[in-house]
């Protein structure tokens, strides 16, 4: 029987793959996903062009308590700013970059938004 746990990591590995196949559609290059720097992770590192973005994805089941976008707070924010950076100075990166929110929600049919340039 799956515990609610196991349910929820379930969600959003969905969620991420679901993110993965829209920004591939959209034309970006999936660089890295779950990149970890100390307390942050990013889910999706993605370039499109002469462009690194940095996305977070959110997942729910239902909208029913609130949409997944919701859930990115200040705090979530400054460690993907702080795990960015650090990702960029790796990378020698010298081009622009961006942090997007891509919100998906699992109803019938599944409902993804795309937010670009969420914050920073």
């Not at 929820?8 to 679901?18: A, D, P, V, Y």
């Not at 889910?43 to 239902?62: C, S, Y």
């Amino acid at each position: 029987m799956a515990t609610p746990i196991n349910n929820h990591i379930r969600t959003g590995q969905l969620g991420e793959s679901m993110a993965q196949h829209h920004l591939q559609q959209q034309g970006y290059t999936i660089l890295q996903k779950n990149y970890r720097y100390k307390r942050a992770e990013i889910d999706i590192i993605a370039q499109k062009e002469e462009l690194l973005v940095f996305i977070e994805v959110k997942t729910r089941a239902t909208d029913i308590f609130g949409y997944p976008e919701e859930a990115v707070n200040a705090r979530k924010e400054k460690l993907l700013v702080n795990a960015a950076e650090e990702f960029i100075l790796a990378l020698g990166w010298e081009h622009d970059i961006r942090f997007d929110i891509i919100s998906v929600t699992l109803t019938s049919p599944p409902v993804i938004h795309h937010i670009e340039d969420a914050f920073y």
